[in-house]
């Protein structure tokens, strides 16, 4: 069974910024302690991954918000 987006996501924040709590879909960034450069990090990972490019403005809150933004942006590559 293929990953969905948010767990690939959850693994890229784990492999990138040595995240260790469980995430929710509401978790914040903030709450996962993920600093703004750890975020840059994580979008240049997923857009490696995922082949898409992310709006630099672009600020979700929460882990959710990420998630529907980038399965957003593979449906408009497809």
């Not at 990090?41 to 672009?58: R, T, W, Y």
């Amino acid at each position: 069974m293929a990953e969905s987006t948010f767990e690939k996501i959850c693994e890229i924040l784990k492999d990138q910024d040595g995240v260790t709590e469980e995430l929710t879909r509401e978790t914040t960034f903030e709450e996962a302690g993920i600093d703004s450069l750890a975020t840059v990090e994580a979008v240049m990972a997923c857009e490696d991954e995922f082949g898409i490019e992310i709006d630099s403005e672009a600020n979700p809150k929460t882990i959710g918000e990420f998630v529907d933004m980038v399965d957003k942006l593979i449906a408009e590559k497809a």
